[in-house]
Every structure is written in C-alpha cells, then in structure tokens.
C-alpha cells in the first residue's frame, strides 16, 4: 500500500527517544508537527540533527517526519542524528562507512549519574569547613 519506500529508525540520546521515518521527498523534516527551524531555536542543535544527511550528501532528497520526547534540546538533537543515521543507513548499506567512521550510528551511552547521599551532586560534596 504506502509502505514500499518507507524507512523507520529509533535514535536515542540521553533520557531522549526520536522516532524517526523516512520517505523520498524535497527535504522537508517535521518534527512533533513543527518544522525543524521552529523547534530548534539554537543554530548547533538544527546542525547536529542534520549532520548525517551532510555528511551523505543526501539533504533534500528525502521527507523525514519525526517524534521526539523525553530530555531537552540537546538531548532530542543527538536522539534525531542517531535516527536519522539509522534509517539512512537502511536505505542505503552502501552509506554505512562514512555514518560508522562519523560515529552516528553508535548510540551515546552516556547517562546523568545519580546524585549521592549525603552529597550536593553526583561527585560535588558540600564544602569541608576546618573550624
């Protein structure tokens, strides 16, 4: 039916999870019903998310519609990369090399490490006072 040029990949970044799918298209990339420029207000955070389909050489020929929750903007940039990565990846295992070498299709493993009793952070005690 629809489902013949359709690709589907999960990125995920932190506490974050995009929901990524991918279709030939004009380059369109919507993200939560908004446009990429309208949900990323900062300039690094629209370059991450789209840095795989530079790297390929592949902006503006596929539509991406794309689901985003969880964490913050950095987060959800690094989630949509991972994604967007994967899912070219499906369309074109010729494409994994240069994502691989990149480092987008391994998942950033790195979690917020839980704050510590008697601890102001994780690591950061509160301050020693001599007297």
């Known amino acids: 039916m629809m489902a013949e040029n ?3 990949a999960t990125g995920k970044r932190k506490s974050s999870i995009a929901r ?3 279709t030939p ?4 990339i919507l993200i939560n019903k908004r446009t990429l420029d309208d949900f990323f207000g900062r300039e690094t955070s ?10 390929t050489g592949t902006e503006g020929q596929f539509n991406f ?3 985003a929750n969880g964490g913050g903007n950095s987060g959800q940039a690094g989630a949509i990369r991972h994604g967007i990565a994967k899912a070219l990846e499906q369309y074109n295992p010729a ?5 691989k070498r990149a480092g987008f299709l391994t998942r950033d ?5 839980r704050k510590k009793y008697g601890q102001k952070g994780a690591r950061a005690r509160y301050q020693y006072s001599k007297r």
């Open 109 to 113: 493993a790195r979690e917020k490490e």
């Open 95 to 99: 494409l994994r090399v240069p994502l």
């Open 65 to 67: 519609y794309i689901l």
């Open 46 to 55: 629209r370059m991450i998310a789209t840095q795989p389909l530079v790297l």
């Open 6 to 8: 359709r690709y589907y």
């Open 20 to 22: 990524v799918w991918m």
């Open 25 to 28: 298209g004009e380059g369109q």
